[in-house]
């Protein structure tokens, strides 16, 4: 599990979208983390000095030789502290003095001094940011081991349409903690399910259910921080990709299946944390069905159990985990799926459980193993996510479990 106190310099250079990246440093600081800001002198032409401060509740530094800091090569102490090095608005001029070697200023020099993995977020006008210059040494950072998160598409501070936008808040956010998070999975992969199903009874209705998809994209979004090679197989679902994963988009129960059993075999481990419907409609009308005076009566059928065929070609050293919600008999219901379909574990919840079930952030669950049971607090779904890899990862044989402390890029 990920260590609860990391650090990350943010360097803020002198665009127009430094406004935006105070919400960075404010939501990185929320999840705990240490945020130590270095502006340019352009930069605080944009965002004041004070606005980051308030923010992390660190000095902000500037100036190359301020004399109110204590004495300790200012430079240097926050390059050696730092586990992640985020550059966000990166402007042409700082990408073109790292791709260089160049240490003119604060945040230049910190650069350069820094050995922990880099973050480059490039905001700038569009003829900038396709200039050969620029895209020659951005090259130049993704081969010197940086990364480097590509620009959004849209209206710009100058009143252009195109490429230049500073990514969204959350995908900056994701992708700083995806380089801070220990990397304890690395070599692994690991497949997760998540989301509804949807079952067509004519083109217009489908039959479905309530799930939103938020417990299973949180263990992706975890898995893939934590080094794994991530698949994740979705339901239709609102939710944004985190960083890091693949994910393969399906419709029904029976998409659903063949998109994990063709993926299974390669797998380490299987998180089945899909809502994914039990029964479909016999028969598919091709028009709409059009209302009538009287009754509907649905033929419905079995759609085939994934978590059962798991189970049962499940190959040595697979580690497989199921969910199971409940209204009634939590425990003694869970305890019998995970014998029958043979499963490492089982993540237990009851849907009456105050703080948990669908659409809400936090769960409240029970993890099943054979071994025992242990009933967890209610927690956000975030970390529910890591509490359950840390348990599945327990279950990987010795020989496989490659641990690292070390951030690849």
Known sequence: MEKTQKTVVLGVCGGIAAYKVAQVASTLTQQGIDVHVIMTKNATQFVTPLTFESLTGNRVVVDTFDRNFQWDVKHVSLAKRADVFLIAPATANIIAKMAYGLADDMLSTT????????IVVPAMNTGMYENPATQRNLEILRRDGMAVMEPGV?????????????P??????????????QKDLQGKTVLVTAGPTQEALDPVRYLTNHSTGKMGYAIAAAAARRGAKTILVSGPTGL????GVECLPVKSAQEMFEAVTGRAPACDMIIKAAAVADYRPSQVSEQKMKKSDGQLNLSLQRTQDILGYLGEHKRPGQVLCGFSMETQNLLENSQRKLIKKNADCIVANNLFEPGAGFGVDTNVVTLITRQGHETLPQMEKSQV?????????RMLPAQESGVSDQCEL
Not at 154 to 166: F, H, N, Q, S, T
Not at 240 to 243: L, S
């Open 111 to 118: 650069v350069l001094a820094a050995s922990c993995p880099k």
């Open 385 to 393: 996510a890591q509490v359950l890899l840390d348990t599945l990862a």
């Open 154 to 166: 849209g209206r710009l501070a100058c009143r252009d349409v195109g490429k230049g936008r500073l």
């Open 240 to 243: 944004q990709v985190p960083f």
């Open 168 to 181: 969204r808040i959350e995908e900056i956010v994701e992708c700083t903690r995806f380089y801070l998070s």
